[in-house]
């Protein structure tokens, strides 16, 4: 069953922890994202990779750090330098370079700070 | 500065009416646009997707329209249902560098 996972689903983080947001894909998708989403606004990009072992800051990407040491996980570590992350979080996945370039998006996963 | 701006910011119909959302962009180079469903708490699925020569694509339901001259796209809802209730998303995509430029969306509900 191809598709992209996120786990928790949902996430409640003390203020001063780090907590890191799983993301999975069997899609065999090189490019991977990372996406936050508030209240009347639209997606925000974190982080992206294209590659294995690389990866680029989006717009967002203060307090926030990923890694990709495999083609088929992308995770991404909130950290206590993040003022205000809670927000619903999008992990995406695409082709890249080729065809029409579609994202998948996982469930997403909602983070609490209390 | 690329941007996408999706109208209205809400919307309220009667099930088994139709409505239209708009999605104007000034988003350069162009490559694609495409419609998302987005249901509430969940992650946004694919509806449509529509290039540069191409002016309306259909999937059940949606109908999507693409003036590539004015950079106006609208996705056009037939005789709604209570499960089309959620958000419409707008995204276009540039060519070259391959990024996402996202709306902030119309959120639709259907009422019964």
């Known amino acids: 069953d191809g598709g992209i996972t996120q786990s928790p689903k949902y996430l409640f983080r003390k203020e001063g922890q780090n907590v890191t947001l799983s993301c999975e894909q069997n899609?065999?998708?090189?490019?991977m994202y990372w996406y936050r989403q508030d209240p009347g606004q639209g997606l925000r990009l974190i982080y992206y990779?294209?590659?294995?072992?690389?990866?680029q800051k989006g717009d967002i990407a203060e307090g926030y750090s990923v890694s990709r040491e495999k083609k088929e996980s992308f995770p991404l570590t909130v950290t206590s330098a993040q003022k205000n992350p809670t927000a619903f979080y999008l992990c995406?996945?695409?082709?890249?370079?080729?065809?029409?370039?579609?994202?998948?998006f996982g469930p997403g996963t909602r983070l609490t700070v209390l | 500065k690329n941007q996408v701006e999706q109208s209205p910011q809400s919307l309220i119909i009667l099930e088994g009416k139709n409505c239209t959302l708009q999605?104007?962009?000034?988003?350069?180079?162009?490559?694609?646009l495409r419609w998302y469903k987005q249901d509430t708490g969940r992650g946004p699925v694919s509806l449509t997707i529509?290039?540069?020569?191409?002016n309306t694509k259909s999937n059940g339901r949606y109908t999507a329209t693409l003036d590539a001259d004015t950079k106006q796209s609208s996705l056009h809802i037939t005789a709604s249902q209570l499960s089309d209730s959620a958000s419409y998303i707008c995204?276009?995509?540039?060519?070259?560098?391959?990024?996402?430029?996202f709306g902030t969306g119309t959120r639709l509900k259907v009422l019964a």
């Open positions: 899609l065999n998708h090189d490019a």
């Open positions: 995406a996945s695409s082709t890249y370079g080729t065809g029409s370039y579609e994202q998948f």
């Open positions: 999605c104007n962009y000034t988003v350069s180079p162009f490559s694609n």
């Open positions: 990779s294209q590659i294995v072992n690389d990866f």
């Open positions: 529509m290039t540069f020569s191409e």
């Open positions: 995204v276009v995509t540039t060519s070259g560098t391959y990024k996402y430029i």
